[in-house]
């Protein structure tokens, strides 16, 4: 099993410990800080390849961080807040995490949800090529960018993985719960808040951009989200 490097951004002592103990034993690398500044630090001088991040944290906050680190780095980032309401939750999304969970939690859980974010499935036989399709749009999910005419749009890991999911299928409707399982690798009864789906999808198609009816990827109703490019005569890909 490959071995990854885990930073820890949390200033409870008690909880670094228990997920440095836990994340160790099942073979990563794990970094620890204590606030916001020494985390962002160690996020862009060790390169870790996941980040865990507390949204209420001292000398500056997670989402701070968080917006600081998106402006250049894609590495996956798992926020853990206090905070039950939902806006807080979908702000944390919007604004590049990956994924988070709400304190407290079981650390087990935590670490299956870390190893689902770094998993990746899909053998590389399928993304040997890149993806494209009539007009400016080119899909290198290998190397996760989008290109648009002459503008390369970056993914993040996540973005990266939805986007391949839905494109190796295209005309095929997924539902939330379906790309839930295979984008995040959750049952629905371990992760029955479909809104993640939703905010990675708004994220994504703001970079695609477009109208709804000329986006590759959009909204299927009574569904979920279908992947449909243009066909060779300018058509929207009909629905299977």
């Given at each position: 099993?490959?071995?990854?490097?885990?930073?820890?951004?949390?200033?409870?002592?008690?909880?670094?410990?228990?997920?440095?103990?836990?994340?160790?034993?099942?073979?990563?690398?794990?970094?620890?800080?204590?606030d916001?500044?020494?985390?962002?630090?160690?996020?862009?001088?060790?390169?870790?390849?996941?980040?865990?991040?507390?949204?209420?944290?001292?000398?500056?906050?997670?989402?701070?961080?968080?917006?600081?680190?998106?402006?250049?780095?894609?590495?996956?980032?798992?926020?853990?807040?206090?905070?039950?309401?939902?806006?807080?939750?979908?702000?944390?999304?919007?604004?590049?995490?990956?994924?988070?969970?709400?304190?407290?939690?079981?650390?087990?859980?935590?670490?299956?949800?870390?190893?689902?974010?770094?998993?990746?499935?899909?053998?590389?036989?399928?993304?040997?090529?890149?993806?494209?399709?009539?007009?400016?749009?080119?899909f290198?999910?290998?190397?996760?960018?989008?290109?648009?005419?002459d503008?390369?749009?970056?993914?993040?890991?996540?973005?990266?993985?939805?986007?391949?999911?839905?494109?190796?299928?295209?005309?095929?409707?997924?539902?939330?719960?379906?790309?839930?399982?295979?984008?995040?690798?959750?049952?629905?009864?371990?992760?029955?808040?479909?809104?993640?789906?939703?905010?990675?999808?708004?994220?994504?198609?703001?970079?695609?951009?477009?109208?709804?009816?000329?986006?590759?990827?959009?909204?299927?109703?009574?569904?979920?989200?279908?992947?449909?490019?243009?066909?060779?005569?300018g058509?929207?890909?009909?629905?299977?």
């Amino acid at each position: 099993m490959k071995k990854f490097i885990v930073l820890v951004v949390d200033d409870d002592a008690g909880l670094q410990q228990v997920l440095g103990m836990r994340l160790r034993l099942a073979g990563h690398d794990v970094l620890s800080a204590l606030d916001g500044s020494t985390g962002l630090d160690l996020a862009y001088n060790s390169q870790p390849d996941l980040i865990v991040l507390d949204i209420m944290l001292p000398r500056r906050d997670g989402l701070d961080v968080l917006r600081t680190l998106r402006q250049t780095l894609l590495t996956p980032v798992v926020m853990l807040t206090a905070r039950a309401e939902i806006g807080d939750r979908l702000e944390a999304l919007s604004a590049g995490a990956d994924d988070y969970m709400l304190k407290p939690f079981s650390p087990r859980e935590l670490e299956a949800r870390i190893s689902a974010i770094l998993a990746d499935p899909v053998s590389d036989r399928l993304l040997a090529d890149a993806i494209e399709f009539r007009g400016d749009w080119v899909f290198d999910l290998r190397n996760c960018w989008i290109r648009k005419g002459d503008q390369i749009l970056r993914l993040t890991r996540m973005e990266y993985k939805l986007l391949r999911v839905l494109a190796l299928h295209p005309g095929r409707p997924f539902t939330r719960s379906e790309l839930l399982h295979q984008v995040w690798g959750y049952r629905v009864a371990q992760y029955a808040d479909t809104r993640v789906v939703d905010a990675h999808i708004q994220r994504l198609r703001a970079k695609l951009g477009g109208a709804e009816d000329q986006a590759p990827v959009r909204a299927h109703p009574g569904v979920g989200y279908i992947f449909a490019p243009l066909d060779v005569a300018g058509q929207q890909v009909a629905s299977k």
